[in-house]
């Protein structure tokens, strides 16, 4: 039997066995009081393989390439380049406790930066290629960042903000962009000798400061302590059936980890590079444009074994290889998805297409992994969030902090003590010089998520929408989650948002923004009455499939086709773009 099967009927066999309860009542952290990410994810597995011989064979980072060769990189060699690394930003002036930039896509220079950052006490400060330069200017400010470290894809936009960052003392470039900064990092590493003594952190000690996206207002700056990757690993080892776990030691059959997700933010750092560097695992790093195509050939030639692929991506891929296992040699072992709801489309396309139940995950950066499935222990339900994950105390609440009663929707939130009346690891050490934001997050000892979801009688979370996506149409609560699965569910929809759109009588009404699936959009250019009667039919027939699926009043009254749905850097789609234009339309014409 091929591996990949096996595994998954393992998976299967074991997941009809439900030992949630088990599980959440005897898990506890065991949390020391001086701990340092870089220890455990880098230097102690590159000390454990010294020999010669050994000490290149367990591989930390595998380097993509579309023409088919991969460059592997060892723990050693990724310690030792680390360890150069520390000591040119020790010549540099960055000590304890100091901000340093990371401006890089996934690539093995970026894991020997955050290795190099956090090894010294320094705290890493991941920043999007993404980010324009007022993105960038405002956290390099606001941070106070002495040192950053960029390459060719993010120079030119660091160097036109340089001039407006007076705490900004050096630029290091990697690959093409060393000779544009400061100081080439090939150089700086050739100048140092590979040896460095890790700082004694304590497990309260910031190790990261990652920017929230901001959706009101100015982005705050989330200081993550050491700790918290202890709080993240139980679920990553839970949301990725057991990643970590395989008692395999031959390089050739162990666990391959890849993840589109950058490693700039949370998804990508947190639940991505580092646990499966702490498990002294390969990560594949890939650093161009994300496509399904690209997804399978990459997960086939490095034989991926598990991964994280958001929902956004996940639907991209449903719609370009609807039988993808008759195309691509896959090996995968489980999948989880977060950042939006998965809805039961994609969870069954996952299933029966994949061969793998998606562990759909909840979390956020000031607060990790505190939601979600495992279904080689418990038993996940399609479209649900899954349950508070083992040891959190996780509930539902009201603007009071009193828990809802099932079925009733509300604030998805933690509390500060797990359900042993210990501290939770997980949580963030507050927003960086911003003490009234940290404070409001809190009602009490619950840590608001402003995510709002209903618990029904089993303990499952069922997501509703972040609570300022949530809107009344005509009297009616309206979450947009269950209506854009709906809508995906149908063949002509690759994506879909939905938005209030004003009205003077009913309030608001129900509008969808939709990203028409390849195969329609030639239908709709091939279509001889033009596209504008291609469209009408298309959200007729839209409509149609709506209403035959939920609640009269959910289907959208109107729909309208766009190119690309606005996303943020984290792969979330941006529904207050789209809910401010309707507001926009609706001034103009008179309507607000």
């Known amino acids: 039997m091929p591996r990949s099967q096996a595994g998954n009927r393992a998976a299967r066999s074991a997941g009809a066995v439900d030992q949630y309860r ?42 993509h390439s579309t023409s088919g060769i991969g460059t592997s990189h060892s723990y050693r060699s990724l310690f030792e380049a680390a360890c150069r690394l520390s000591r040119a930003l020790q010549a540099r002036g960055v000590q304890q406790g100091d901000r340093v930039a990371i401006v890089m896509p996934q690539r093995f220079e970026t894991a020997v930066a955050y290795m190099a950052v956090l ?31 960029c390459d060719e894809a993010s120079i030119d936009a660091l160097s036109a903000v340089r001039g407006r960052c007076p705490q900004l003392r050096c630029v290091i470039g990697a690959g093409a962009a060393g000779g544009r900064a400061d100081l080439a990092l090939a150089d700086a590493l050739a100048a140092q000798p590979p ?35 202890i709080g993240n690993l139980s679920f990553f080892v839970a949301s990725q059936n057991w990643f970590g776990f395989d008692g395999v030691t031959n390089q050739d059959t162990q666990a391959v980890f890849w993840s589109p997700a950058d490693w700039a933010w949370t998804g990508g750092l947190m639940d991505a590079l580092l646990p499966t560097l702490y498990f002294g695992r390969p990560i594949v790093a890939w650093n161009g444009r994300f496509s399904p195509e690209l ?6 030639q490095h034989d991926v074994t598990h991964t994280f692929l958001f929902p956004t991506a996940l639907k991209a891929m449903m719609k370009a290889y609807p039988r993808p296992r008759e195309q691509f040699r896959l090996g995968l072992q489980a999948i989880m998805s977060a950042g939006e709801a998965v809805g039961d489309a994609v969870f069954a396309y996952c299933r029966d297409e994949l061969g793998v139940t998606v562990n759909e995950m909840f979390g956020q950066t000031e607060i990790n992994y505190i939601v979600g499935n495992c279904a080689r222990y418990w038993p996940a339900r399609p479209g649900s969030m899954g349950k508070g994950y083992p040891g959190h105390r996780v509930a539902v609440i009201d603007d009071a902090g009193v828990e809802c009663p099932v079925g009733v929707p509300g604030d998805v939130a933690l509390h500060r003590l797990d359900v042993h009346g210990q501290p939770d690891p997980i949580f963030f050490l507050g927003y960086w010089k911003n003490e009234a934001a940290t404070r409001a997050k809190y009602t009490g000892d619950w840590c608001r998520t402003g995510d709002v979801a209903v618990r029904d009688a089993d303990g499952y979370l069922w997501y509703q929408g972040r609570a300022d996506d949530v809107f009344k149409a005509a009297g009616y609560r309206i979450g947009p989650g269950e209506i854009e699965n709906c809508l995906v569910k149908h063949p002509a929809v690759a ?13 608001a009404v129900v509008k969808a923004y939709v990203v028409l699936a390849p195969d329609f959009i030639a239908q709709r250019d091939q279509f001889a009455m033009g596209k504008v009667a291609f469209e009408a039919e298309i959200t007729a027939a839209l409509q149609t499939h709506v209403r035959g699926l939920l609640a009269p009043y959910e289907y959208p009254k109107e729909i309208e086709f766009i190119d690309q749905l606005p996303m943020t850097t984290t792969g979330k789609v941006q529904r207050r773009v789209l809910r401010l234009q309707e507001e926009e339309r609706a001034r103009a014409d008179g309507r607000l």
């Open 295 to 300: 997804a399978f050939s990459l997960m086939q």
């Open 22 to 63: 088990a599980l959440h009542a005897a898990f506890r952290w065991e949390v020391p009081e001086r701990f340092n990410m870089a220890r455990v994810c880098c230097s102690r597995w590159a000390e454990a393989s010294s020999g010669a011989v050994d000490g290149e064979k367990r591989i930390a980072i595998i380097d």
């Open 495 to 507: 994506n879909a948002a939905v938005v209030p759109k004003p009205d003077r009588e009913r309030g």
């Open 195 to 229: 040896q460095f003594r890790i700082v004694d952190t304590a497990a309260d000690d910031p190790a990261v400061l990652i920017y929230t996206s901001g959706t009101t207002g100015n982005p705050k700056g989330a200081l993550i302590p050491h700790r918290a990757l």
């Open 119 to 149: 090894q010294m006490g320094a705290v890493a400060m991941p920043l999007s290629m993404l980010f324009g330069p007022e993105a960038l200017e405002f956290r390099l400010r606001d941070s106070e960042a002495i040192l950053a470290i």
